[in-house]
């Protein structure tokens, strides 16, 4: 047996886990699919193991005021298969069937992969890049942290240790719009040396909101709000041409590891950014349907 | 003194009644507790997919689970195959095509493969790589694995 020893809990409610969260030295567990490799490496020992794979009330998509909710027990698979998720936001459908392979996404959760804030990884990446909202509760209280304060650093996030995720809620997108995804990987399946997802919203031909997202670029996964100001507004017949590579890099700080070098993933970012860019206006155009809103 | 639990299993159509120690990794209970040795543990970290196993006709790496999350569940292992005399229809695909050489890795391939088969399209080369892309090889190069797919994916398409 390769992990240290530990008791376990198995809560059937949200308010069990949480009494349960009140003991030392405590660590949840859903997907396991990032936890228990650390356990048997015996680089994470903790004392009790929740296991919240019970709490039906996490596992929830729903549409209410003009928003997504998936609770935090979605699995990634699940994200894939639902019709709901895949109306309103294509992208996620996308995206998540590029995280990890068909097995892990069996079991692994979006409220692991978020909680877990690897920079590399698809679900922090759509959450930086929707604007998604984490909302949190513990004995005490409930609260909704907007993502761009949630993600401190790389695998370090806002939530605190008596805290559970309970949902995410994604803001639909008013506008008609066009959107892009694409990454670099080794192996299909491998964490993003660079993945790229962008938003474009567009009206009359004008660009009226934008979002673009880099992954794997730095400690958390970064807004390009320098290159967003730039297009807002803007024709989109206007190429991308003009925008020049260190604009496009500016905002990143990537690492190197034994996946590549930051100087290569400052290399092929600029070629990444771009192509998303292009191919969310194609999508756009190609999309001539209106979004159920 | 850490706490053990009992839990209840159908493995391969046969139900067991067990205790185990919450640190119990599901690959070691099946393997140790169960001596259904089978299925191989190659990273022990979630890696190399050779621990792949069915949990309620779904894919779990085995090593990534704990036995005691289990509790309840029906179990396929590659036991639940055909044996040397009679092997089923991935397995005879495999053996074919020369898919496998020293057959560590072999059983979490079939074992995905069944799942593949079973869920996705397989139209091209490249979504029968990608389906496979969780499972190493140090043998094969996969070229011989790929084909096996191929052919059963021909043969899924007559039955």
Same mark, same amino acid.
């Given at each position: 047996?390769?992990?240290?020893?530990?008791?376990?809990?198995?809560?059937?409610?949200?308010?069990?886990?949480?009494?349960?969260?009140?003991?030392?030295?405590?660590?949840?567990?859903?997907?396991?699919?990032?936890?228990?490799?650390?356990?048997?490496?015996?680089?994470?020992?903790?004392?009790?193991?929740?296991?919240?794979?019970?709490?039906?009330?996490?596992?929830?998509?729903?549409?209410?005021?003009?928003?997504?909710?998936?609770?935090?027990?979605?699995?990634?698979?699940?994200?894939?298969?639902?019709?709901?998720?895949?109306?309103?936001?294509?992208?996620?459908?996308?995206?998540?069937?590029?995280?990890?392979?068909?097995?892990?996404?069996?079991?692994?959760?979006?409220?692991?992969?978020?909680?877990?804030?690897?920079?590399?990884?698809?679900?922090?990446?759509?959450?930086?890049?929707?604007?998604?909202?984490?909302?949190?509760?513990?004995?005490?209280?409930?609260?909704?942290?907007?993502?761009?304060?949630?993600?401190?650093?790389?695998?370090?996030?806002?939530?605190?240790?008596?805290?559970?995720?309970?949902?995410?809620?994604?803001?639909?997108?008013?506008?008609?719009?066009?959107?892009?995804?694409?990454?670099?990987?080794?192996?299909?399946?491998?964490?993003?040396?660079?993945?790229?997802?962008?938003?474009?919203?567009?009206?009359?031909?004008?660009?009226?909101?934008?979002?673009?997202?880099?992954?794997?670029?730095?400690?958390?996964?970064?807004?390009?709000?320098?290159?967003?100001?730039?297009?807002?507004?803007?024709?989109?017949?206007?190429?991308?041409?003009?925008?020049?590579?260190?604009?496009?890099?500016?905002?990143?700080?990537?690492?190197?590891?034994?996946?590549?070098?930051?100087?290569?993933?400052?290399?092929?970012?600029?070629?990444?950014?771009?192509?998303?860019?292009?191919?969310?206006?194609?999508?756009?155009?190609?999309?001539?349907?209106?979004?159920?809103? | 003194?850490?706490?053990?639990?009992?839990?209840?299993?159908?493995?391969?159509?046969?139900?067991?009644?067990?205790?185990?120690?919450?640190?119990?990794?599901?690959?070691?209970?099946?393997?140790?507790?169960?001596?259904?040795?089978?299925?191989?543990?190659?990273?022990?970290?979630?890696?190399?997919?050779?621990?792949?196993?069915?949990?309620?006709?779904?894919?779990?790496?085995?090593?990534?689970?704990?036995?005691?999350?289990?509790?309840?569940?029906?179990?396929?292992?590659?036991?639940?195959?055909?044996?040397?005399? =009679?092997?089923?229809?991935?397995?005879?695909?495999?053996? =074919?095509?020369?898919?496998?050489?020293?057959?560590?890795?072999?059983?979490?391939?079939?074992?995905?493969?069944?799942?593949?088969?079973?869920?996705? =399209?397989?139209?091209?080369?490249?979504?029968?790589?990608?389906?496979?892309?969780?499972?190493?090889?140090?043998?094969?190069?996969?070229?011989?694995?790929?084909?096996?797919?191929?052919?059963?994916?021909?043969?899924?398409?007559?039955?």
């Amino acid at each position: 047996m390769k992990p240290a020893k530990f008791d376990y809990i198995n809560p059937k409610t949200l308010d069990e886990a949480l009494k349960a969260l009140q003991l030392d030295d405590v660590k949840l567990i859903a997907g396991g699919q990032s936890l228990v490799p650390l356990m048997n490496y015996r680089l994470s020992q903790p004392s009790t193991i929740i296991d919240i794979n019970s709490i039906k009330e996490l596992s929830i998509i729903n549409i209410m005021n003009e928003t997504l909710e998936i609770g935090s027990l979605v699995t990634h698979n699940e994200a894939i298969k639902s019709k709901i998720i895949n109306n309103y936001f294509p992208i996620i459908t996308d995206a998540i069937s590029n995280t990890a392979h068909k097995t892990i996404r069996n079991s692994g959760t979006i409220g692991g992969s978020i909680a877990h804030a690897d920079p590399a990884a698809e679900w922090p990446l759509l959450a930086m890049l929707l604007d998604c909202k984490i909302n949190i509760c513990s004995l005490k209280n409930n609260r909704s942290v907007k993502v761009m304060k949630f993600f401190i650093s790389e695998l370090t996030t806002d939530l605190n240790e008596n805290e559970i995720i309970k949902s995410f809620s994604f803001p639909l997108i008013k506008n008609k719009y066009g959107w892009a995804f694409e990454e670099i990987v080794q192996r299909s399946g491998d964490f993003a040396i660079i993945a790229v997802a962008s938003i474009i919203e567009i009206i009359n031909n004008i660009i009226v909101e934008i979002k673009i997202c880099v992954g794997g670029a730095g400690e958390t996964p970064i807004r390009l709000s320098n290159i967003e100001q730039l297009l807002k507004g803007k024709k989109i017949e206007n190429s991308f041409d003009d925008i020049k590579n260190d604009q496009l890099t500016l905002l990143l700080k990537p690492n190197s590891d034994n996946h590549a070098s930051a100087e290569y993933r400052l290399h092929i970012a600029p070629k990444i950014i771009k192509n998303v860019l292009i191919k969310s206006i194609k999508n756009y155009k190609e999309n001539t349907n209106d979004k159920k809103i | 003194m850490t706490k053990k639990f009992e839990i209840k299993v159908k493995v391969n159509g046969e139900s067991f009644k067990e205790t185990v120690e919450p640190r119990m990794l599901a690959s070691d209970f099946i393997r140790d507790q169960l001596r259904l040795t089978g299925t191989h543990v190659g990273c022990e970290h979630g890696v190399c997919g050779a621990c792949t196993i069915l949990v309620n006709g779904k894919t779990i790496r085995s090593c990534l689970k704990f036995a005691i999350q289990l509790n309840n569940s029906e179990i396929e292992t590659i036991e639940s195959f055909g044996s040397i005399g =009679k092997l089923n229809d991935i397995q005879a695909a495999f053996k =074919k095509n020369h898919a496998l050489q020293c057959g560590f890795c072999t059983p979490g391939f079939l074992i995905t493969i069944k799942e593949l088969l079973e869920t996705e =399209k397989l139209e091209t080369e490249e979504e029968i790589r990608k389906g496979l892309s969780g499972n190493l090889c140090r043998c094969t190069g996969y070229e011989n694995i790929v084909k096996a797919v191929q052919e059963l994916v021909e043969k899924r398409k007559i039955t």
